[in-house]
């Protein structure tokens, strides 16, 4: 690694370390019981939200009902995103004439924009009319991540409440998410991008004349807008197909370390957010830097592996070394305005959170430079992860990690002051396994079935890998890509879209009830047995923890590999 390399990533966590504090206090108060000088100042725009929305503010629901609510409402957003697909050559706002977008892929993109996956088979820029990307698609990319972290703010009041059958009302969690803390930001971070160059208006695509005098035609449309809340939600999904290569998505060094930053920004400062709300921010701080343990050396690696350049070279006459007229290294797929530093850190980030978002090739890093990406997702998508869901994903695995405790000591497992018993244990063992079943299973049925090895472009161990990096993908709701692979067909789009809706939902619904299990029982005080959960001791319980579910994805996958290869070696692929 290079002194460039290790000051941008340096220079990244450091100013995201300088914002959790801010953000996650700021995050507590929006979500408070009572009444604070935030909320007052929406007060009155709240009200009459929930005014025409028919919606009693001080109803609070039990977990069934909540679950039901974030159910249907999701579902319902589903079906108006692929509505407006199928419909959008009648519909305004579509000066390119494109025509409806086939039922598969509009059934596929649909449920990836409402899990907060942003999986996607297609190219927006030849795809999507003006109106499917902000109505659709922008508005889901905000009521997904709002989705996330009501659900979250539910979890986190079953540790707070005691002998309560309640976890709050969804639809102001909701509300408050994308009133207080998405919109908001949305809107200083589409300024910072139109600032630097990103599109926005809805003017029809221009036909101009390049330096060698050929005609190309420039895609226009609302990319700003899209852009700032695709990587505030840890949504991912591009307006164009080149995502944040694009240089209307992604113009300067400084829109993609804003980029990067907003990827993480919400997921981190939850954490302090969770510290706040139980009263103990020891208990944020140990859950944040678990997520940093095991981000900050994988990320490493991942530059490191792409400083030091393709190992095929070393033997040839290739000067792949950094200077000051060359990045070095392997900068196959990688943008010059981005380099190697920024392009992994890139890759690092948004398959460490739930984004998905790429400003580079991942089919195109090197073998452990790919192999980090698709890890990371392994893992479960908790190393910070979505908004929300990064951090529920974490908070089943910390309950299993005092469960292990518990049984290590022969004393029953307490977290936050309630007892761990055997309820809780199946909810999170459920949340924990789900994404892992999905891959293994999902990937071992595109193995063996001719249409999914048909869209495999590279033959071998690669094709393979592009094949696992999907399924990984839709089974974690990141929705990056290997791209290889040719995906945009009848078969994996819907059995990616199962892997995106059964990793989302279920999963949510399982901590739900967990949350409400929680809330109904008193406070166990704590005594000598009690294991502390905000020491180092717990911080290197709960990473190995999340270190031995990951491998129970990634060690199944890769037994399939030899078999894979043979399969694809006997369909000539």
Known sequence: MTANDVFQIGLFLAL??????????YMALVFADEPNRVTRVGAGVERLLYRLAGIRADEDMGWKRYAIAMLVFNVAGLAVVYLLQRTQQWLPLNPQHLAAVAPDSAMNTAISFASNTNWQGYAGESTMSYLTQALGLTVQNFLSAATGIAVLIAIVRGFVRRGASTL???????TRATLYVLLPLSVVIALLFVSQGVVQNIAPYLD???LEHARQTLPMGPVASQEAIKMLGTNGGGFFNANSAHPFENPTPFSNFVQMLAIFIIPAALCYTFGSMVGDRRQGWAILATMLLLFVPLTLGLV????????????LAVDAQASA?????????KETRFGIASSGLFAAITTAASCGAVNAMHDSLTPLGGLVPMWLMQLGEVVFGGVGSGLYGMLAF??????????MVGRTPEYLGKKIEAHEMKMASL?????????????AIAVMAPAGVAGVANPGAHGFSEMLYAVTSASNNNGSAFAGLSANTPFW?????ICMFLARFPLAIAMLAMAGSLAAKRAVPVSAGTLPTHTPLFVALLACVVIVVGALTFLPALALGPIAEQLMSATGH
């Open 16 to 25: 995201l370390l300088a914002l959790v504090k801010p953000v996650g206090q």
């Open 168 to 174: 709050g009302n969804f639809w102001v969690d909701m």
């Open 208 to 210: 101009v004349t390049t």
């Open 304 to 315: 490191a592996a792409e400083q030091a350049g393709n190992p095929a070279f070393h033997g």
């Open 325 to 333: 007229l060359q990045a070095g290294g392997n900068m196959e797929g």
């Open 398 to 407: 910390a309950v299993v990690a005092v469960f292990i405790a518990g049984l």
């Open 431 to 443: 949340a924990v396994l789900i994404p892992c079943a999905l891959v293994v299973i999902c990937t």
């Open 493 to 497: 789009n819907v059995l990616l879209g």
